[in-house]
């Protein structure tokens, strides 16, 4: 596995982030301050704060945690999610951006139960041929960190039992694609699926698509965030 390089610890890295922000509540992936975005850093992860309203985010209320440990118990607290964002990063060093959300479509899906499988060849976008579902645990808790571990080890993107999704990204813009093309594709299925089977792709048609986006997707160059 490659090693992405951190982000530079600037205003604009963190008003990119503060952009994802609000970005998601204007397309409607998400709702209120339930989502959350991190990136890795020089030294640490930045991350947003907990329970403030996107439209109040400044870059300074950014967050500052290790990648490895604790929180500042005396400093500005984190968002909840955390613990899962901090295994991600641990986990997934090629990844920098760890983005979470509760799209409305994805969350249906979630709280089914069920993975997206190969309904689209857009399913190649999240490294594997499915979106798969990580197992139920409360926010915040190990158990969460290590189911998240597990099924993201090579994926980039997944659906969480009864909770909603989380993606990860070379750079902000490609998370922020990422997501929104799985809340697409979770649309499509549940769609789909009325009146009717959704026909899947098999894995050797899926396996050419795979082949086919190692380059898709918007540009590693991500210049918010530098």
Known sequence: MTFAAPFPDTQATRQSMID????????????GTSGNI???????????????????????????IPLDGLPDRDGPKPSTEWPFHQGMHQARPDMPVVLHAHPPYCSVLAVQRRKIPACHYMVA???????????????????????????????HGCLMANHGATVLGETVDKAC???EELETLARTYLFSSIGGAPHILSDEEMSEVISAFKDYGPSPSDASAS
């Open 20 to 31: 994802a922000c609000l970005w998601m509540n204007a397309r409607h992936l998400n709702q």
């Open 177 to 179: 694609w990422r997501l």
């Open 125 to 155: 976008a999240f490294g594997g041929n499915d979106v798969p579902l990580a197992d139920y645990a409360l926010f915040g808790s190990p158990e969460l960190c290590a189911n998240m571990a597990e099924i993201m080890a090579d994926r």
């Open 38 to 64: 991190s990136v890795r850093i020089d030294g640490g992860i930045l991350i947003t704060p907990s329970g403030v309203a996107y439209d109040a985010l400044t870059p300074d209320a950014l967050v500052t």
